[in-house]
């Protein structure tokens, strides 16, 4: 229970007491938060407008599209793209095959996705949250769904607040049924990212997909629909960690949509009558129109809010406003607080109160030359630029690493226990396992050797003779193939202490190889 203390605080002989009533009390108790009151935003229309349907265009024919591109990787891996085969463990990517021991490639692109969201987020602020965030573009799509079939604002507002109707039910219907309609395409295109599209499409479709697919659809139907469609910006202003974690990188620096008060106050809806009466007048004729459109329903000229997720809706309202009245644009506009604080010092001079004469030329109406406009200039500085130089350097690392890497590889483990075996003839082996991965998707034929182990023999455990030259293996594409290996080494070639030595495998047609260092152990008493 949190108490509110008052400004009047009383007296008494035997203690202080205090004016204050609980917050919460017994009778009447604070709900967890403000009860919801339904936004209902209305069409915006301008640049941002414009550049959000071309993200929202772009970004749903990627996440759509994406599963069904064709790559030709051959006829021994699958030609899909972009592929997370969980069943054998790969990541493909174009060109790029991840298998699992190469997980810090992954790790890679995480932190890089990390790095370019703090690279975003202190230059450009939430234009992720206001652009891009799968949450924002799928409620725009809903958004025009239900704009379709119940009209804009003030048709979507009398029809919640009217009684049930057939037409109302009609409507309601309709725009459900196609949310859920977009949740189930949003959940059946993300199964198609594991596996086969077109396979799994088939079997979907005549109920032989595993249980799994179907779970994950009913999944992502129902949490588009809810997120989506039900609780929109309850997600972000109560659920997104985001809004809270992007307060600690934005700075005096970081670009946010601004209400630019020092030339928008003070403000009135009578600005003829209060010219005439002599009072200082801004630029905001309090028209609201920045506020209906917020998908967030807030009100920026309330100053910077956690809610506001950038989606700069606001400054085409009011631009298409200030066009109308013949002034210029901006009064809602990207900018730092750098230039705000610089401008809102002009506005005030040494006064307390913004003086619009102060920013404005008298004669021509026009903003005078002193105030600051923000540009790309205001948002460049070291921190951006480390984050940038940060963000090349790993993915040039990454892109290094993956062009220099070998489509061979080796692992080799050496038995534990037991170290070594005494043969009758007083011989001793060595046993391994060993890996050979093929990381092409192509079958290979390779070698396997031994290099510094003179008189050693090698031989599978699962039968060919023993030989003590190269052994020809044949590796499948895109698989591991893994051996027992025995190394003997005769009595009268036997070392007096434990060598180390090389297991060698090589492709003679390419001339590629990899080894590996282990060591071959000796009985103690024959040291
Ligand atoms: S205040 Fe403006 S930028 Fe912020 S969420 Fe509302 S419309 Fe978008
Ligand atoms: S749209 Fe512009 S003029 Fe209208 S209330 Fe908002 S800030 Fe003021």
Redesign the pocket.
Known sequence: MTTQNSDTLADTPDAQTYDVEAVNSATRRQPLYAPRKKIFPRRASGQFRRFKWLVMLVTLTIYYVTPWIRWDRGPFAPDQAVLVDLANKRFYFFFIEIWPQEFYYVAGMLVMAGIGLFLVTSTVGRAWCGYACPQTVWVDLYLVVERAIEGDRNARMKLDAGPWSANKLMKRVAKHGIWLLIGVLTGGAWIFYFADAPTLLHDVVTLHAPFVAYATIALLTATTYTFGGLLREQVCTYMCPWPRIQGAMLDEHSLTVT?NDWR?EP?TRHAKKAIAEGKPVG?????????VVCPMGID??DGQQLECITCAL?ID??DD??TRLGKERG??SYATLNDYNRNMALAMGTGKVIQPSRVRDQLTGRLVDAVKRTDWRSIVRPRSLVYLLVLVLIGLGMLTALALRSPLSLNVLHDRNPLYVELRDGAVRNGYDVKVLNMTPQPRQVVLRLEGLPGATLSFADGGSETAGPIPVTLEPDKVLPLRLYIRVGHEALPSSPVPFRIVVEDPATGLDRSVESTFEVPEQRR
């Open positions: 209400y928008g403000r630029d905001c004729v309090d028209c609201n129109a920045c506020v920026i000229r606001c309202a009011c406003v200030m009064l809602i």
